[in-house]
């Protein structure tokens, strides 16, 4: 008993607490350790603060390209005179809310996508309703909004809307498939596992020199589709073929009482499918499949080989302009913060998911 | 039970609900319109390239390709043929591809025992790189490097010489090589016969270890062997030391190996961003083996180095190979890009050919064919590896 | 099943689609637009503007074409595309006319099944290059590295032209205008290829267009003209003509901003060309005004020069070959009789 009290009246030394503590365990834990971090901050030293100031401190952030020139940092300016052709491309000036209006509907509906308690009917019908307007926005031609041509659409709403369409299309897709190749008919297993695998075995560029060249030679004479959906149609049968592997792992991950279970209740292979299995299936692979989603709407960036002006084909139109050649490092850089901004979102969106879901909810 | 049986097959069941049947039926009916969908589209295709007397079929392959490639392996001019060209192209594509792969390897195991290290600060940094490295198109990172090469370094006449023999410039990086002599070809035999040696004396030590329980020092004495033995040949053979270095001529650096502006970007791209997907493999593959197997390992007396190897990365290895082929395939595909930037590799050089001779069909299924079988090939030797590492775990 | 519906509902859509095949014209009237194939971006001959309109020579002519199908300029459909995307868009019907400074050759007229009409533009292949590498002719290009578009006659002209006078030489091909011209100007590479127009577009658009000369040599014949599909003659016909209406308003003096006096002219053969005597628009399947509407609304075809490419603009291109033919070059209508 003694001993106890004593204990607690001795304090850990100092060297174990506190801040000297937590610098001592997890920067200076050994000779190796400590040499790493004293490198690592060295080179910290050299990089950032010189970054810091061109970026910060000896930028240009609203002026002309010549004033630019002359200053030492970075030019945001040629984001800050250009943002405007970057973001929508050749929609009409003075018709450029509409985009705006829409992305920030698809933003406003994400959002409220995010808590898994909201993830019911009405959520469904809102997207519904949300594409739809958003489609008619863009589109126009009705309630006096003029008529815009898609072929005029470009920039960010583009890139999203390639993203968006692509995934809603190629997610259905990507089940039927995946059940297919799981099918007890070898026919259609076949069929399937062909698709999957020789999709999975091209670039998605081909896919998209196929639907930009030779697709056309395919249909009947007079029937073309344009550019743009063409384009979305490769991304669809693209992104089908990955999101069909991830699901078949969920569908792999099944147990087969499940399948047993649903059988002896009398339950038809549709059923079985949409009550039984597809629920759970779909509900394991979550994570995956946001990351699939990640890699798609990064890839939607190669329709540029196509021109289509997509985010990065307006910047890089921006950047062929006399006046602001030579400031592609600071348009990449704008152009790669939107993209990090998507992607991180997502990314982090798909870590809290597969928290809750491995808790088990 | 056999009463039952017997009066459903009296009861004659209609085929449509009879399961056996029914798939028949279905699978057929899906043929039929997959071979619908095919002939229909075939048929629409051959229909107007008739129409529109555009040519059909391979015979372009052996025109001549009459434009230049910049960079090549093999011996190529604007005189060969379209076949010659596409093989250049597809070399390219191999040799950024090999390269891309192993030092993707490299850094991403670096970054990600990095990651897992218990140093906070390095930990950390290797999380951002990763994070960072994921969330941005490879398309845009590939501009990115390609733009920051001939924007930020000087012209040829002013080329930076960070080390002898080594000159940096918009236009490449020019190395200094040794001039071509028949002692390298002998050093390379050298090498090999080393490796044959090595290999031999790991055989042999891990016997003798098994046997006996000494440790032979296999690690020091291959190096010796491999670095050893070409060296002695080198000497042998009177030490040629004449180098080829590059000098500045009227536009550019002749002489020595210059690599270009387009394949160094396109292979920083893709191994900066692979090497991100790489490392969270290669930590996952390392945290899947339990803690418990390390504190095993250790208490029975075995060194960290020894751990790792025996250890950790045989079970480590299992988990890793799979995820791992899928990024190399992935890097392969994205080498695809280069057209973007310029370096030649297949793509690019199928697309001037589809652009010469105005024959798509042709030129796409060119370069489909060749990925599958990049891809096929790839998955094919992985899987070989795959199970032989899962043979040694056991 | 639901596969099976969708596959037949598929099916049949596209059927219906096929059944609908007509002459270009009929579809181009039932669209109401023609839809126009240009590139991208080459100032002077198309490049949109920073609200983005299309302007330039080749887009000058496609309006034309509509002007002389609906008598509205502005019924035109713009489809930028790239260069190896430019055949197969026509072939496959995407477009109704390439007007994307292409230049007409045997193989893209045989092969490809493309049949060219007159050229709107004569060029020639030149060479590109900064004052600072202190050459004079393109003979002293030896070693040097250039830079191309991938697939166009340019880069195999260049192949032929380095090859015949025995010159190594270091292609660098990319794909789009923009990225090349980028790498040019950042020093990429030594010389820039393509031709003369587009080289005088380029410099005019260089950060210092004095530092940059234009090396004297031409080394290729490029006559530019807008394309049509193989067998399709009544199309082939009115893109053909109004081309030579262009021309022929040049030669005979008529203007945008003369025209309506001209059609009081007692010259017979201006009375016929504008369609005050009946006769060539029947001809073609068109309106009788579909001269008076081209020139009217377009101009003729000295008028689009200068306007787009000639001595007022940034590119500064004098005419040359492509002047008149009683003025030393080669533009000539075919009699409009």
């Not at chain 3, 600072?132 to 030896?142: C, I, N, W, Y």
């Not at chain 3, 490419?309 to 002047?323: E, S």
């Given at each position: 008993m003694k001993q106890v009290v004593q204990a607690e009246e001795i304090r850990p030394?100092?060297?174990?607490?506190?801040v000297i503590g937590w610098v001592k365990n997890n920067?200076?834990?050994?000779v190796f350790n400590s040499i790493l971090t004293v490198v690592t901050l060295f080179l910290l030293w050299k990089v950032v603060p010189p970054f810091f100031r061109w970026a910060f401190i000896d930028s240009a952030w609203h002026t002309t390209s010549q004033a630019c020139r002359e200053a030492?940092?970075?030019?945001?300016s040629i984001i800050s005179m250009n943002y405007r052709f970057i973001l929508?491309?050749?929609?009409?000036y003075e018709e450029q809310w509409r985009p705006l209006l829409s992305m920030l509907i698809l933003f406003g509906l994400l959002f409220y996508s995010?808590?898994?308690?909201?993830?019911?009917k009405p959520l469904a019908y809102g997207w519904i309703i949300g594409l739809f307007t958003m489609g008619l926005l863009m589109k126009g031609?009705?309630?006096?909004l003029p008529s815009v041509e898609s072929t005029q659409w470009g920039g960010l709403p583009l890139t999203l809307l390639l993203a968006v369409f692509g995934l809603t299309a190629a997610y259905p897709l990507g089940v039927i498939l995946a059940l297919g190749r799981r099918s007890r008919m070898p026919g259609v297993k076949i069929l399937c596992i062909l698709y999957i695998e020789m999709i999975r075995g091209v670039p998605l560029i081909s896919l998209l020199f196929m639907s930009s060249i030779i697709f056309p030679l395919?249909?009947?004479?007079g029937v073309t589709f344009n550019k743009i959906l063409r384009a979305q149609v490769a991304i669809i049968l693209f992104t089908a073929a990955y999101i069909a592997e991830v699901v078949r792992g969920g569908l792999q991950g099944m147990s087969r009482g499940q399948y047993e279970a649903a059988e002896s209740i009398g339950l038809n292979y549709y059923l079985t499918m949409r009550l039984v299995i597809l629920p759970q299936a779909l509900k394991i692979v979550i994570p995956p499949t946001v990351s699939i989603l990640i890699s798609a709407f990064k890839d939607t960036s190669l329709v540029v080989i196509i021109a289509l002006f997509d985010l990065l084909k307006t910047t890089q139109s921006v950047l062929s302009n006399p006046e602001w050649m030579g400031f592609s490092r600071e348009a990449y850089v704008f152009v790669a913060i939107l993209y990090f901004l998507g992607c991180f979102s997502m990314s982090n969106y798909s870590r809290k998911l597969e928290k809750e879901l491995s808790r088990g909810d | 039970m056999k009463d039952f049986k017997d009066s459903a097959a009296r009861e004659k069941v209609p085929f449509w609900l009879d399961p056996k049947k029914r798939a028949i039926l279905f699978q057929l009916m899906t043929f039929a319109m997959v071979g619908l969908l095919a002939y229909y589209l075939t048929s629409n295709t051959l229909i107007n390239l008739e129409k529109q007397s555009i040519a059909t079929g391979f015979?372009?392959?052996?025109?001549?390709?009459?434009f230049e490639i910049g960079e090549s392996l093999i011996p190529y001019s604007a005189a060969n043929t379209y076949a010659r060209a596409l093989l250049v192209g597809a070399l390219n594509t191999i040799k950024v591809a090999f390269i891309g792969i192993v030092l993707t390897i490299i850094l991403g195991t670096i970054i990600g025992m990095a990651r897992l290290s218990t140093n906070w600060l390095l930990s950390k940094l290797a999380a951002i790189y990763i994070e960072f490295m994921q969330d941005i198109p490879i398309l845009l990172q590939l501009f990115f490097w390609y733009a920051i090469f001939y924007e930020t370094l000087p012209s040829s006449q002013e080329a930076?010489?960070?080390?002898?023999?080594i000159y940096l410039s918009n236009r490449g990086v020019a190395f200094t090589i040794p001039e071509p002599h028949p002692a390298h070809l002998y050093m390379l035999l050298a090498f090999l016969v080393g490796c044959v040696i090595v290999y031999l004396i790991r055989r042999w030590a891990r016997k003798r270890q098994e046997k006996t329980g000494q440790i032979f020092p296999v690690f020091l004495v291959s190096m010796g062997i491999l670095v050893g033995f070409p060296l002695l040949t080198w000497w042998v053979l009177g030490?040629?030391?004449k180098m080829n270095v590059p000098k500045l001529g009227g536009f550019n650096f002749e002489g020595g190996l210059t690599v270009s502006p387009e394949f160094i970007a396109l292979l920083l791209g893709l191994v900066l961003y692979t090497a991100a997907f790489v490392a969270e493999v290669v930590r996952a593959g390392i945290q899947s083996v339990s803690k418990g197997q390390r504190e095993a390992a250790m208490s029975i007396g075995l060194r960290p180095v020894p751990v790792l190897n025996l250890v950790i990365l045989p079970q480590a290895l299992r988990v890793i190979v799979p995820p791992l082929t899928s990024q190399m395939l992935n890097l392969t595909k994205n080498s695809s890009l280069a057209v973007a930037i310029g370096y030649p590799d297949f793509v690019s050089v199928a697309n001037t050919t589809i652009n010469q001779t105005g024959q798509s069909i042709e030129g796409v299924a060119l370069i489909m064919a060749v990925y599958l079988f990049f891809s096929l090939s790839t998955s094919v030797f992985m899987n070989w590896y795959n199970k032989r590492v899962a043979l040694v775990e056991r | 099943m639901k596969v099976f519906k969708c596959f037949t509902m598929v099916l049949m859509l596209l059927a219906v689609g096929s059944?609908?095949?007509?002459?270009t014209l009929d579809e181009v009237r039932a669209k109401g637009v023609v839809t126009a194939g240009v590139n991208p971006g080459v100032a002077g001959f198309s490049m949109p503007d920073e609200k983005g309109v299309w302007k330039g020579l080749d887009v000058d002519t496609a309006k034309a074409i509509a002007a002389a199908v609906?008598?509205?300029?502005?019924k035109v459909k713009y489809v930028a595309l790239t260069a190896v995307q430019r055949l197969p868009a026509l072939q496959s019907k995407e477009v109704d006319v390439l007007c994307r400074n292409t230049t007409a050759t045997l193989t893209r007229e045989t092969v490809n099944g493309l049949n060219f009409v007159h050229p709107n533009y004569y060029d020639g292949q030149g060479f590109l290059i900064s004052n600072?590498?202190?050459?004079?002719?393109?003979?002293?290009?030896?070693g040097a590295t250039v830079c191309t578009l991938p697939g166009t006659t340019t880069e195999m002209n260049a192949a032929d032209y380095f090859r015949k006078n025995a010159m190594p030489w270091k292609p660098v091909v990319i794909e789009s205008n923009a990225e090349l011209n980028k790498a040019f100007f950042a020093g990429r590479c030594d010389v820039l290829t393509s031709d003369a127009s587009q080289l005088a577009a380029v410099r005019s658009v260089?950060?210092?267009?004095?530092?940059y000369i234009i090396l004297p040599e031409i080394i290729s014949k490029e006559p530019l003209a807008p394309a049509v599909r193989h067998g399709d003659d009544q199309w082939y016909d009115i893109v053909n003509w109004t081309v030579m209406a262009l021309i022929e308003a040049e030669e005979l003096g008529i203007t945008s901003s003369n025209v309506d006096e001209m059609l009081?002219?007692?010259d017979p053969q201006i009375q016929r060309f504008l369609g005050v005597n009946p006769g060539f628009g029947k001809a073609l399947g068109l309106d009788e005004k579909w001269a008076y509407n081209i020139i009217k609304q377009v101009g003729n075809y000295g008028e689009i020069f200068d306007r787009n490419?000639?001595?007022?603009?940034?590119?500064?291109?004098?005419?040359?070959?492509?002047?008149l033919w009683t003025k030393g070059g080669l533009m000539y209508a075919i009699p409009f009789r």
């Open positions: 030394p100092i060297t174990h607490i506190g920067l200076f834990n050994g030492a940092g970075a030019c945001w929508f491309g050749f929609y009409p995010r808590d898994r308690s909201h993830w019911k031609g009705i309630l006096g395919f249909l009947p004479e | 015979s372009f392959l052996q025109k001549e390709s009459s930076l010489n960070p080390g002898a023999g030490a040629p030391l | 059944m609908a095949v007509a002459g609906f008598g509205d300029v502005n600072k590498k202190k050459v004079k002719t393109a003979k002293g290009l030896k260089a950060p210092n267009p004095d530092d009081k002219s007692t490419v000639g001595p007022k603009t940034p590119l500064k291109l004098d005419r040359g070959l492509n002047n």
